[in-house]
Each structure stands twice: as structure tokens, then as C-alpha cells.
């Protein structure tokens, strides 16, 4: 079992309280993921730009909710949840409540670290985490790296607070746009690549229910095997493929449409766009 927050040995303890500032899809996800760990209501802080979105969020996860100000100057830990768009003005509302020993965790795909220390009190630490929607299940990705006053206790901390949600793995921030095209962006891919199989089940005379049990029931046992096996996906791939068999025959329709080549370049063009939006932020 995870440890929880109020667990001996734990870095977080009763005295830390957490701010998600922007709680949108990604900030409530983490919300909910913190509370199914443990981690104590009246601990977390959120903040929403609709008064609906804040009493939604308070009433579904007995949250309070607050505004930017009185949130980043109560919480120890704030999280910046929102569209990396909006960081630029949310950290000009913020700043003067941010003293320096306060950590800040950026969610936001692009920006930098240092984008947040250009606009912050000197010396305030920053983590940048890219973490993904399976955080839902508890089995989100999420990477992490310190900013240039955080401190290995403060990846550490953030650590604690993101195994719960999944995988947690430190990587140095240059990396940090490739995780985003690849575990952040992640998900959606596959979506997309069930969404578009569940419709060839159709096309193949299958009622839209039955193929998409065979799909998903597929995708999760592929998906243990490539976590649990320690195989190369070579070697499972192979497995299936028999000689003149069907599984050849869709792989060469596969190969022949450019899907290989397709999904470098859309993990090129992923990347790409996150330095697009630190650079336009
Ligand atoms: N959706 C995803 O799968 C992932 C998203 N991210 C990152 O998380 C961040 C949020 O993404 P989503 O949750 O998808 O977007 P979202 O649009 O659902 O959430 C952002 C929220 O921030 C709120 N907001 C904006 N400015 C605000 C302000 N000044 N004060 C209070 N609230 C404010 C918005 O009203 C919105 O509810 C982005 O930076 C994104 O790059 C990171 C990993 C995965
Ligand atoms: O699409 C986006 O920009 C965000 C970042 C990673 C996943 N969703």
C-alpha cells in the first residue's frame, strides 16, 4: 500500500497543504487521486475561474475552494494546473503572495522552470511534472524535474505526492517535451487507435458493443504483457504473427499506410508544439 500522507516516514506531513490553482481536468484528477490516497480534505486547496466549477468541486470532494491570493499564500505546495496560456497572468496575480520557500509544481506542458522563476521571488523552488489522465486509475506516468532552486527533499515531496496517482520517474528537464509528446499526449493515441479498430470491427459486420469488448479486452491484456513480460515488443509481436497468417496480412496493410512513419511524425509534432506554447506564453 502507498503511503499516505500522515504515514511515519513520509516527507508530507499534517503541516503541508496543497494548492491546485486552475483545477481543470488535470488539477481535479489530482485533487480526487490525492483524497482516494488519503491525503486529508482539509488539507487541499483548489482554485477555478467559474464560481459553478468551484462549487462543483466542493461539493463533489468536500474541497475548499478559494481564490488565487488566498490559496498560494496558505498553501506550502502550490500546483499550477492551468492551460500554459494562462500561466503568464496567473502568475502576475499571484507573485507578491509567493514567499520564497514556497514550492510550486508546474502541471503545464512547455513552460519551462525558468519561465516560472522569471516571474517569481529569486530563489523560489519549481518542479516541472508531465503526468497523464490514467492518473485516474492510479496508473498515471508522470515525470519529474527539478527546476533550479529545488532541492532533491523537494522532488522528493513531489514524488510522495504523485506515486499515489501511478508511476512516478525523474528525468532531466530537456526532456521534459518529448515525456509530454509521449506519456502526457499518450493516452489520446491509443484512444484514437481503439476508437478507429472498434470501427473496423463494424466494418467487418461486428455490433458496435461486441467489438468493443474484443478491442479494450485486447488493449489491457497487451497491455499487462508489455509491462509484466519484460519483452521486447518485437518479440510479442512476433509471437502472433504466424507465417501467411492474418496477422501479416494486417501488418503489411499497416506498413504499407505509413503508420510507423506517422507516429514519429506525430510525436515530432507534439514536441514541436510544446516548445511552440513556452514560446508563446
Ligand atoms: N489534460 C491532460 O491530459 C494533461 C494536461 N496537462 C497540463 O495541465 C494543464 C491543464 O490542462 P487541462 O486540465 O487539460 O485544462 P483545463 O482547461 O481543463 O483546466 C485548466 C483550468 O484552469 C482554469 N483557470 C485558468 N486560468 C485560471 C486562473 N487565473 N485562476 C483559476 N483558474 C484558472 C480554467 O478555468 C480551467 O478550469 C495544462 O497546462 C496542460 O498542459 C498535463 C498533463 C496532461
Ligand atoms: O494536449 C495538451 O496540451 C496536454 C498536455 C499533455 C496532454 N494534454
Known amino acids: 500500500m502507498t503511503p499516505g500522507p ?12 496543497v494548492a491546485v490553482v486552475g483545477a481543470g481536468k488535470i488539477g481535479e484528477l489530482m485533487l480526487a487521486g490525492l483524497l482516494r490516497a488519503g491525503w486529508p480534505a482539509g488539507r487541499l486547496l483548489a482554485t477555478a475561474r467559474r464560481p459553478e466549477r468551484a462549487a462543483a468541486l466542493r461539493q463533489q470532494y468536500g474541497v475548499e475552494c478559494t481564490d488565487n491570493p488566498d490559496a498560494v499564500t496558505r498553501a506550502d505546495v502550490v500546483v499550477v494546473a492551468v ?22 509544481v508546474s502541471m503545464c506542458a512547455g513552460l519551462p522552470t525558468g519561465f516560472f522563476a ?50 512516478t520517474i525523474r528525468v532531466p528537464e530537456s526532456q521534459q517535451d518529448a ?27 461486428l455490433p458496435r458493443q461486441v467489438a468493443r ?38 501488418v503489411a496493410e499497416l506498413e504499407r499506410h505509413g503508420v510507423r512513419a506517422a507516429l514519429l511524425a506525430a510525436l515530432e509534432a507534439a514536441r514541436d508544439r510544446a516548445r511552440e506554447l513556452a514560446a508563446d506564453a
Not at 6 to 17: F, K, P, V
Not at 179 to 205: C, K, N, Q, R
Open 6 to 17: 500522515a504515514d511515519e516516514g513520509s516527507l508530507m506531513n499534517e503541516r503541508h497543504t
Open 118 to 167: 522569471d516571474r517569481l521571488p529569486a530563489g523560489t523552488p519549481v518542479v516541472r511534472v508531465m503526468t497523464n489522465t490514467p492518473a485516474l486509475v492510479d496508473e498515471a506516468m508522470t515525470a519529474i524535474s527539478a527546476g533550479a532552486h529545488a532541492s532533491g527533499a523537494h522532488l522528493a515531496l513531489v514524488e510522495e505526492l504523485f506515486r499515489p496517482l501511478g508511476r
Open 179 to 205: 515525456v509530454t509528446a509521449l506519456s502526457g499526449s499518450g493516452p489520446a493515441y491509443f484512444y484514437l487507435l481503439v476508437e478507429a479498430m472498434i470501427d473496423a470491427g463494424i466494418l467487418l459486420g
Open 83 to 104: 492551460k500554459p496560456q494562462d500561466a503568464d497572468a496567473l502568475l502576475a496575480e499571484v507573485a507578491p503572495k509567493v514567499p520564497a520557500d514556497k514550492l510550486i
Open 213 to 250: 469488448d474484443l478491442i479494450v479486452q485486447t488493449a489491457i491484456g497487451a497491455s499487462v504483457m508489455l509491462r509484466d513480460s519484460g519483452e521486447h515488443p518485437v518479440t510479442l509481436r512476433e509471437a502472433v504473427t504466424s507465417p501467411a497468417g492474418t496477422t501479416i496480412a494486417a
